[in-house]
């Protein structure tokens, strides 16, 4: 017999720590520890240990002959894309971002559309009235899909109900609304979170229903909550985009069965949200060519190219100390590409404010968008515009090196595509990339100086 031990979670952040103490000593929250017992969350340990007569596993051979999972589509084009190209039965999703920013809307307008392909559909809310959600039921328009709804967040009825039910799809909204009476402490507590989705995440695999578990994180970064179950599900998308934007962009931060950082991009309208399938198109929409400052960036988001709009504007500084303020790009990224201009093309930046902004509130994390934001940065500097229909892409060294980034084929395709022809690049290799877009001028820079002088030839 295993020893019945206890253990002490930070209700917090999720430490575990083997002693009780009065503070959490990683996240420094008091009070915040609660007792656990070790056999409610993870593995029952009946038959471990040394001596112990444990059964002997089944060992298969790497090559089994299954057939691969029969996805299924929502129909809805960039959901389905999100997941690597639709639902894997028995899978279990989270699906996390802020409060209000649009994750009830999708997942009933997702579970109307999978509910019409004949699959059963079990939509749980833990927060709202069934009435309530008939009425959003009413405005998204899918009122007549047959959709099962309940009100519950007791994890032990809603898995009595699923046992008989034998649903395909199961949403949970939220996770942190939900209580298992196996352990003590509050819903939404970092122990009940926990225990919730094991239990919801080994009814998936058991059953082979597809299970979505809604999490919502604080805007304060403070998300014990869905940070927990990260490691439990085999997805994990996260709903993105700025209030006062219409956008949203739901992305694949894990993925067991496709692709990670996969997008998908939607626009919240009265109606609901709405599939952007051309994400180019939107980001770039109300763009004004001519101001210094604005680049286009051709990116890559997850296996698709979207052209985005860089925004810089350097200012000289009223106050002693210059601002340098970042939205969707990295800030580390950013002091590197201005310290590399500083140190190698002999910009002298310190006197000056400077702001960075991705439009449209996408983020973007590749450092292919190293030369667009420099671009960005030194049209500002010099007032000088970049020309007319023109993307940027490539990545800096801290040499001052411009070095090529992958797939810039597909970076010049979609650039051709929007009426883009000319490209600030790379020197292209020998690859076989560079000529899918013979129509567009690629004006290829192996140093960062040459683009300071393409702004400003007195400059550099
Ligand atoms: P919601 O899906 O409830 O957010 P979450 O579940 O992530 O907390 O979205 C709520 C917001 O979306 C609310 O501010 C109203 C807005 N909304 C629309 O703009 N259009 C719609 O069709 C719906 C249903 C909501
Ligand atoms: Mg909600």
Redesign the pocket.
């Known amino acids: 017999m295993a020893r019945a031990s206890v253990k002490y979670v930070c209700q917090s952040c999720g430490t575990v720590h083997s002693k009780w103490a009065g503070q959490c000593s990683d996240c420094g929250a008091w009070n915040a520890l609660s007792e656990e017992s070790n056999q409610t969350a993870g593995p029952p340990s009946k038959s471990v240990g040394a001596g112990g007569k444990g059964r002997r596993v089944e060992l298969s051979s790497l090559s089994a002959n299954e057939p691969p999972p029969v996805r299924v589509q929502s129909g809805i084009g960039e959901f389905d894309r999100v997941l690597g190209d639709g639902l894997v039965p028995g899978s279990a999703i989270l699906v996390g ?12 307008q997702a579970a109307a559309a999978i509910a019409r392909t004949g699959a059963k559909t079990i939509y749980v809310s833990g ?1 709202e009235a069934r009435a309530q959600i008939r009425l ?1 039921a009413a ?2 328009g899918v009122s007549d899909s047959e959709v099962l709804l309940a009100a519950e967040t007791s994890l032990r009825d809603i898995l009595t109900t699923l046992d008989a039910e034998k649903p395909g799809l199961v949403i949970i ?2 996770i942190q609304t939900m209580w298992s009476d196996t352990i003590e402490s509050a819903p939404g507590s970092v122990s009940q979170v926990r225990a919730c989705a094991l239990e919801l995440t080994n009814f998936a695999k058991r059953r082979g229903v597809s299970v979505i578990l ?1 999490g ?1 994180v604080t805007k304060e970064g403070q998300i014990a909550g869905p940070r927990v179950v990260e490691h439990m599900v085999d997805t994990v998308l996260y ?1 993105e985009g700025e209030r006062g934007h219409q956008f949203r962009i739901l992305r694949a931060v894990k993925n067991r069965f496709g692709p990670a950082d996969e997008i998908g991009v939607f626009e ?6 709405k599939e952007v399938s051309n994400p180019s198109a939107l980001f770039l929409g109300d763009r004004d060519e001519r101001a210094p400052g604005s680049v286009v960036f051709a990116g890559i988001e997850g296996t698709r190219p979207v052209l985005v709009e860089f925004q810089a504007l350097v200012a000289q500084s009223a106050l002693g100390t210059s601002r340098r303020a970042v939205v969707g790009w990295d800030s580390g990224r950013l002091a590197m590409v201005l310290a590399v201009l500083e140190a190698r093309c002999g910009l002298q930046l310190g006197a000056f404010d400077v702001y960075l902004n991705v439009a449209g509130g996408l983020r973007i994390s590749e450092p292919a968008a190293d030369l667009a934001v420099a671009a960005a940065l030194i049209s500002s500097y010099t007032n000088n515009p970049v020309p007319a229909r023109t993307v940027v892409f490539g990545e800096i060294s801290l040499s001052g090196a411009i070095r090529p980034v992958a797939q810039s084929g597909a970076r010049l395709r979609e650039a051709q595509k929007l009426g883009f022809d000319t490209v600030f690049a790379p020197p292209r290799g020998e690859g076989k990339d560079g000529k899918a877009a013979d129509a567009v001028h690629i004006e290829e820079f192996d140093e960062l100086r040459n683009l300071v002088e393409r702004f400003d030839p007195e400059a550099a």
């Not at 971002?97 to 009933?108: A, E, F, H, M, Y």
């Not at 919240?268 to 949200?273: D, V």
């Open positions: 971002g802020d409060p209000g920013i649009g994750k009830s809307t999708l997942l009933l927060e959003r405005r998204l909204d939220s809604v919502h709903c919240m309208t009265g109606t609901g949200m």
